[in-house]
């Protein structure tokens, strides 16, 4: 079992800048694939990005990719969604999720946080 907290969110302008933190503990968390997802009001949710176990491998959704940053620090078992440029239509509940396995991956997420409201004003 892992357990997921998300915190970072709010209201920001855009263009702004928001970072988002995962903290996650239970199951290893250094061997666990990890994502964010994100769902705006009357919208499904969405991928957003992804990263392995070991920080070599991510993937973007095209609407985020050049303006936000997956990372993670598997000593601190966290990890980080670094939103930049950020635009209304970046406006939506962020959830992070994990995999039973090491791999990025756009599906197949068993664990899911509470979620943390990002609202960014045009």
């Known amino acids: 079992q892992v357990r997921l907290v998300e915190s970072g969110g709010g209201l920001v302008q855009a263009g702004g800048s928001l970072r988002l933190t995962c903290a996650a503990s239970?199951?290893?968390?250094?061997?666990?694939?990890m994502g964010w997802f994100r769902q705006a009001p009357g919208k499904e949710r969405e991928f957003v990005g992804t990263?392995?176990?070991?920080?070599?491998?991510?993937y973007y959704a095209d609407s985020v990719k050049g303006r936000f940053v997956i990372s993670r620090d598997n000593d601190k078992n966290t990890v980080f969604l670094q939103m930049n440029s950020l635009k209304p239509e970046d406006t939506a509940v962020y959830y992070c999720a994990a995999r039973r396995d090491s791999r990025a991956a756009l599906v197949g997420y068993d664990y899911w946080g509470q979620g943390t409201q990002v609202t960014v004003s045009s």
């Open positions: 239970g199951r290893t968390f250094s061997s666990t694939g």
């Open positions: 990263i392995s176990w070991s920080g070599s491998t991510t």
